[in-house]
C-alpha cells in the first residue's frame, strides 16, 4: 500500500512583547535613524511585530510551538519518532535546536536535526520529513520553523530593521494511507547569495565579516515574486490539480505587496490568502507554519481544505509543498 504522510495537528508561539511601528520608529529615532509608521505599513502591510526576550531562545519558542501541534494532534512526546527544526538563528552552533527540543520536551524516541535554508526553511524541512516517513522510515514528525531574526538586524540599517520579527509554528506530521501532502517543488539559486544574507561568521573566538542581515529589498522584492509564481504553477501540475482547486495560500510572510502578487499570479482571491505579516512582520522560517496555525484556529483552514505552502528567501531558496489538511 502506498504510504503518504499527514499533519494531524498544527501549534505556534509568540514571544510576548509586541513592538508596533510607532515604538519602533520611536527607537530609531533615538538613534538617529529616520523612518515613519505610515513608510513601513505602506510599502509592507507590517503594523507590529513580536520581539523575543532573553528567555525567549529559538529552542523555547520551537518547543511552546511544537507542545501546541502535539496537542492539537492528541499525541504524546514518546511518540515522536523524528523532529526537524527549520532555523538560520539558532541558539548555539551546535548542537543543533532540534536536539534542545528533543531535550525539553523529553521526545526520547525522536532522532533531530536542523535544516537551514533560510525563509524557505519550513518547505524544505517539511519536504524532507514527508520523503523519510513516506519511505517507511519513520512513522511520523515534528516540523518546526523557530527564529529569532531580531539578533541579526543592524539598528542603523532601516531598510532591513523594520522588516523582521520573532516566533515559531509547527506541524505534526504522520504516515497515512491518504495524501496529505500531494506533492512537493524545491529550488536554489546559490548564485544569488548576495541580496539576501548574514556573511560573518565566528573564527577563533572572534566574529569575522558581517554579522548583520544585509538586502538589496528591490532585487529580493522580483526575485519573490517571480520565482513564487512559478514555484506554485509547477507544484499544482505535479499533483495533477489546477490552481481554482486550492482553497488557501499560505505565502511566506515578507510584504503584502509580494503576497498579493503571486495571489494575483494564481488568480485566488483575497479570502483565499493567509496573511499575518501585518502582525507578525517577516519571520523567516517560522512564518508558514505560524500563519497555517493562525488560520487553523481561525477556524478558516479546515479537514479536507487543499492548502499550498510556499516558501522564498536566502540563498537564494525557495519552494511549495501542496497539502490537503
Ligand atoms: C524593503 C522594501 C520594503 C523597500 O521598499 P521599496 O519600495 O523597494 O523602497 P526602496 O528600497 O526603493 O526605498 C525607497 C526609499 O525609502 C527609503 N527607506 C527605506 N527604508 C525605509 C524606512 N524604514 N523608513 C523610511 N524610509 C525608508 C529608502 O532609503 C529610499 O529612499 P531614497 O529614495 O531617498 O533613496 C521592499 O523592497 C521589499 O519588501 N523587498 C523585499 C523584502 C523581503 O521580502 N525580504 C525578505 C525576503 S525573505
Known amino acids: 500500500m502506498t504510504q503518504y504522510s499527514s499533519i494531524l495537528g498544527t501549534g505556534s508561539c509568540l514571544p510576548e512583547r509586541v513592538v508596533s511601528n510607532d515604538e519602533l520608529v520611536k527607537f530609531l529615532e533615538k538613534r538617529g535613524v529616520e523612518s515613519s509608521a505610515e513608510w513601513i505599513e505602506s510599502r509592507t502591510g507590517i503594523q507590529q511585530r513580536h520581539f523575543a526576550g532573553p528567555l525567549e531562545s529559538t529552542a523555547f519558542l520551537a518547543a511552546q510551538a511544537a ?12 511518540e515522536v519518532t523524528l523532529i526537524v527544526v527549520a532555523t538560520s538563528t539558532s541558539d548555539q552552533i551546535f548542537p543543533s535546536t532540534a536536539c534542545a527540543v528533543q531535550s525539553i520536551l523529553q521526545a526520547k524516541n525522536a532522532a533531530a536535526f536542523d535544516v537551514q535554508a533560510v525563509c524557505s526553511g519550513f518547505v524544505y524541512a517539511m519536504t524532507i520529513a514527508d520523503s523519510m516517513i513516506r519511505s517507511g522510515q519513520f512513522k511520523n514528525a515534528l516540523v518546526i520553523g523557530s527564529e529569532v531574526f531580531s539578533r541579526l538586524m543592524d539598528w542603523d540599517d532601516r531598510g532591513t530593521c523594520v522588516l523582521f520579527g520573532d ?4 506541524v505534526f506530521m504522520s ?13 536554489a539559486d546559490g548564485d544569488q547569495s548576495c ?3 548574514t556573511p560573518g561568521r565566528i573564527e577563533n573566538g ?10 538589496d529589498g528591490q532585487a529580493v522584492f522580483k526575485q519573490a515574486v517571480a520565482v513564487l509564481g512559478s514555484s506554485a504553477l509547477q507544484v499544482i501540475q505535479k499533483a495533477g490539480i489546477t490552481a481554482d482547486q486550492v482553497d488557501f495560500l499560505v505565502p511566506h510572510q515578507a510584504n503584502v505587496r509580494i503576497l498579493q502578487a503571486v495571489a494575483k499570479r494564481l488568480k485566488l ?11 507578525h512582520g517577516n519571520t523567516s522560517a517560522a512564518s508558514v507554519p505560524l500563519a497555517l496555525d493562525y488560520a487553523v484556529r481561525q477556524n478558516r483552514i479546515k479537514k479536507g481544505h487543499t492548502v499550498l ?8 531558496t525557495w519552494g511549495s509543498v501542496l497539502v490537503r489538511m
Do not use: H, Y
Open 269 to 279: 482571491s483575497e479570502e483565499k490568502t493567509i496573511v499575518t505579516v501585518n502582525q
Open 309 to 316: 505552502l510556499q516558501g522564498v528567501g536566502g540563498g537564494f
Open 67 to 78: 507542545s501546541k501541534a502535539l496537542e492539537s494532534a492528541g499525541v504524546i512526546p514518546n
Open 175 to 187: 504516515a497515512s494511507s491518504e495524501p496529505g501532502v500531494l506533492a512537493c517543488e524545491l529550488q
Open 206 to 215: 572572534a566574529i569575522v565579516g558581517d554579522p548583520f542581515l544585509r538586502m
Open 167 to 170: 516566533g515559531a509554528g509547527a
Open 195 to 197: 541580496i539576501l544574507n
